[in-house]
């Protein structure tokens, strides 16, 4: 329970850039003692500051206290495992790469990429505790479909024996972990374009995969065009069959019923295009197909090269908010 409601707090604290214990008291359904509690504990951890104080008023009494969360020393790792090698960054609560290392791989057995993440992830702790930074953990990325690193880095659940050895190598180093797609929707609402939404599509074309954002969250429930569309038929043949054409995937017909569809079906605020898909000829073609459904369509903000934030991103979702579902 103490948990749940310091995240409550957390998230208010999240939410503005200050408030006061009184707003506070407003804002979420604790008793006031309880408040300050769980403030002052806050304090002690270094998680938020004090932001000044608020005038007195007419009737006179105490000045309000107001508080902020110390965006700047909040921070988690992020490591990204993708064809090409591992990507790793250390990402503050603005977004920021603290210090980041990039290394290459030729084979991707666990043995080969595990130690690397664990040095880093033990090095940026130890980072962490030089320069008083509050480290909130590790978030863990993979390709989608790149099935033999799927196969390796999702042992917990597919490969007990893999499981293992992760949880023997990284103890409670290494704690939250997705594939590539769902993290980077959650990357581009923390630091991105989705910023502000609720409810949005993450589309990515390369290797074709949709994530559904629905009240904030992940949705898993419904794996129909939340999961893989690769295999989804547009009427005249799959999305897949349709990806590999660049820019002019966006004056394909078929490509255009299915964008409607998929509009129609989630009535989404907006559908965010990975940055990973933009090819010469994109604006203008792209730009074409908004006109059909009101310029619902963005250009995400984070690229491959941000792969790690949007691991952090899991950490502080993770920290911050409730469950995914």
Not at 250 to 261: L, R, V
Request: hydrophobic share 40%.
């Amino acid at each position: 329970m103490k948990d749940i409601n310091q995240k409550s707090l957390l998230r208010v604290l999240l939410q503005n850039d200050t408030v006061s214990q009184t707003e506070m008291l407003k804002t979420i359904n604790l008793r006031k003692a309880t408040v300050s509690v769980l403030t002052n504990e806050l304090k002690k951890m270094g998680m938020i500051d004090e932001a000044g104080e608020g005038r007195v008023s007419l009737k006179g009494g105490r000045r309000q206290q107001y508080l902020k969360l110390n965006r700047g020393k909040i921070v988690a790792c992020g490591a990204t495992l993708r064809p090409g090698g591992v990507k790793l960054g250390l990402c503050n609560l603005q977004g920021q790469l603290l210090y980041s290392k990039t290394v290459a791989l030729t084979r991707y057995h666990i043995e080969d990429w595990a130690p690397i993440i664990k040095e880093y992830v033990l090095s940026a702790r130890k980072k962490c505790r030089r320069d008083h930074l509050i480290y909130l953990g590790a978030g863990f990325i993979t390709g989608s479909t790149y099935n033999s690193i799927k196969k390796e880095f999702l042992g917990f659940s597919l490969d007990p024996a893999t499981g293992q050895t992760l949880t023997q190598l990284f103890g409670d180093a290494v704690d939250v972990g997705d594939d590539y797609p769902n993290a980077m929707a959650l990357g581009e609402m923390w630091f991105g374009i989705a910023a502000g939404l609720k409810d949005f599509l993450y589309l990515q074309l390369r290797n074709p995969k949709v994530t559904a954002v629905i009240g904030g969250k992940i949705y898993r429930g419904h794996r129909m065009m939340a999961g893989e569309i690769s295999g989804s038929h547009t009427g005249s043949g799959t999305i897949a069959g349709l990806i590999g054409r660049g820019a002019a995937v966006f004056k394909e017909p078929a490509f255009t019923s299915w964008i409607e569809d998929l509009n129609r079906y989630y009535d989404p605020e907006k559908i965010v295009l990975s940055a990973e898909n933009i090819v010469p000829g994109l604006t203008e073609n792209l730009s074409a197909l908004n006109k059909g459904i009101g310029g619902n369509i963005l250009l995400g903000a984070l690229g491959p090269e941000d792969g790690p934030r949007a691991a952090a991103a899991l950490v502080f979702e993770d920290h911050f908010q409730s469950s995914i579902v």
